[in-house]
């Protein structure tokens, strides 16, 4: 390992891109490289990630010649790429086998995607594999029928979000959220109508609403090899969630559960369709009948994929190992309980309850509390360690100002 220089390329400057370089700087001390279209704060001023500006990262035709020239300027360099965001997993996924000759890529074929790239296709493989998701209707820009609670076949307030992600932030407008709510018909009409009305062209998904809050919601990350087998799956209980209109969803704190009734099934489904690279699906536990329903898979790591190196699956070492043929062949399903937060400990105790608290300063206390960019390593430069300081501090006026504190 020492001998081979390891560079990661990521696609994105969020916290998922932190957290992914986070994960190669510890297990073997690389340095990645982040193209973005503007600088973040979450990947700025770091001596982890060098920041590369790219406005056309959009284009196809901008960033596959950006990266085979890149990695023309790297031979001999073992190097990895991931897209940190749907827009940018697609792009490698669209680009695979170009992209292939140099990068090891850790994503599923074009093929696959095609059967589940949209929430409207994955929920038509949830039905032929059994895989429990709520009840669902889906609009179309065309449709003309009523959105009555016998037309849905279900009832009022529902969820309402976009099936295709990627292409409905393309058109932005005023009022824009990542999930909506609506109480009634009329509602749900001026929500849709907002979304086709700015040029969204992708169906709708409108969802029965599962009781419940965010510590109701799970996250589940997996890392399917090469010979697409499931090899690492770790199982996260959701205990906060972002409360702003575009972060609803986010998660910003999470603990380590294992629950094999959802767990093994959705392995079973990676395995039976050979997904290959990381999966992350988002579900929520519904007490009405006592079952997990899956909302989504996101074909790549997750925002918070550093709930997953956390409990010691290094996202790095998982794919670096993939890439030499080195993983077991076995499933390595995570046992151990950490509790990992990017928002401060004083606003998810406010939320979490009691007798979850209790557990959580247990965590903390025994060092198995964790924060993406509380990274030691990466605090020396003095402007890192204000935006890190101020970022968390932050979080206090957010969730203030949606009354959630």
Known sequence: MNSINIVPVLLGADLNSYSVARAFSEYCNAKSYAFGKYPLGATNHSNIVNFILEKGLSDDGVTVPLLIAFAKEHVGDELYLFGCTDEYAEMIIRNRDALSKYYFCPCVTAETARTLGTKESFYSMCEKHGIPYPKTYILRPDDTAPLSEKALGFSYPVIIKPS????????????????????????????????????????????????????????????SGTDGKVKKACLGRVLLEEHTPKGLGNHTAVITENHPEITDVLIKFLDGIGYMGFSNFDIKYDVRDGKFKVFEVNLRQGRSNYYVTSAGQNIAETVICDRHGALSGDCEICQNEIFWHTVPKPIIYKYAGKEMTKKLKSLVRSGKSFSSLWYKKDLKNPKRLFFVAVHNFHYYGKYRKNGDI
């Open 164 to 223: 295709h992600s990627s292409s409905y932030w393309k058109h932005p407008f005023d009022g824009m959220k990542k999930v909506y709510c609506a109480k009634n018909e009329d509602e749900a009409k001026a929500i849709a109508g907002k979304i086709f009305g700015a040029g969204y062209e992708e169906s709708l998904i409108i969802q029965d609403m599962i009781p419940g809050g965010d510590d109701m919601m799970y996250v589940l990350t997996c890392y």
